[in-house]
């Protein structure tokens, strides 16, 4: 066992410790700047808790938690109007609507935690265990009952930090893979990506790019994502309740305060039949990556335009332009996202029930509300 290692919850960003940034270098999604713009723009039934790891006074480790209440949104979105669902939506309010997630619940791969190679893996784990569960109480003294601790988004090679036997009451489960579209050393341009494509993906591209003629593309400045708040907001709500699950629904004001922050580490593209925003995309730089973030339109435009497939397409040249290694395209529509060039990654979480007996049958439960979705992977290359 290594030196002892203490914890510190934080409530706010403006509790940490100078050098909080010293662990977030390589990933934007843990740094100061970007809990801060969390903090004030999360959804309405998303409460931030940070987490300081320590040893003796020295910094080594730094993790972020979120407690999200299920029962404030209708969690199975309006798509779906069967028994299921109604007994889905009722057993989740009643027994798992209250969820202490360690990571980040609005976005795709393992956003959860980072520390030192100067201290184990295991001694970490262990003390941050600990303080998710000092969290909990703390959460259930201000009144809110927690029923489910989920770790999240792990891949294949992180899952064995888990091997601990602190996480032996711990299911360990898996959703939807992240989809992961890895730029070629050789794509000089767009060009060199369309030319890797077989015949039928590159019909498929000039099919895109017809259907689409008309429609004009640009880059939204602050002022811009101001005035059209309305519009955006519908948008973004218009392929969200349509979503089969949703955790949150995030503010009116959500896109304008991550520009204001992040700047030109934000890029929010709308997309406009004449003067009408018709569909918008954003996009965060994250060191060598660049993860897709959220997006909208309007569902007749998406279809009549293959407005969709021509975001991914966009999304795909700028990267390779602006030289990045790896687009987070993240989950949904994997099929898709197959069809341009991603590739999924299996990712894996570890979740808890705080009542033992429903925690004996977690296993069945997750099995029965997320039955394994089946898809066909593409290869578009030649």
Sequence with gaps: MGKTITYKIYSSTSEFPENWDVFSAKNIFLSKEYLQILEISSPENMKCNFIGLFQKDELVGIALTQFVNLSAVSSYGERDHCIKTEVRNFTFKKFSSNILIVGNNTLTGQNAFCFSENVLSSDILIVLNNAVQALKLQIQKQGNKVHLIIFKDFSETQISLFELSEFNSYYRFSTQPNMLFEIKKHWQSFDDYIL?????????FKRARKKAEGITKRKLSLEDITNYKDRIFELYMDVAKNAP?????????HFGIFKKALKEKFLFYGYFNGKTLIGFNTLIKNDSDIDTYFLGYDEKCQREKMLYLNMLYDMIGYSINKRFNCIVFARTALEIKSSVGAQPEKMYGFMQHSNWFINLFIAKLFRYFEPEMVWTERNPFK
Excluded: G, H, V
């Design 245 to 253: 699950f949703n955790t949150f629904f995030l503010p009116e004001n």
């Design 196 to 204: 890797d494509l077989s015949k039928k993906y590159r019909d498929q």
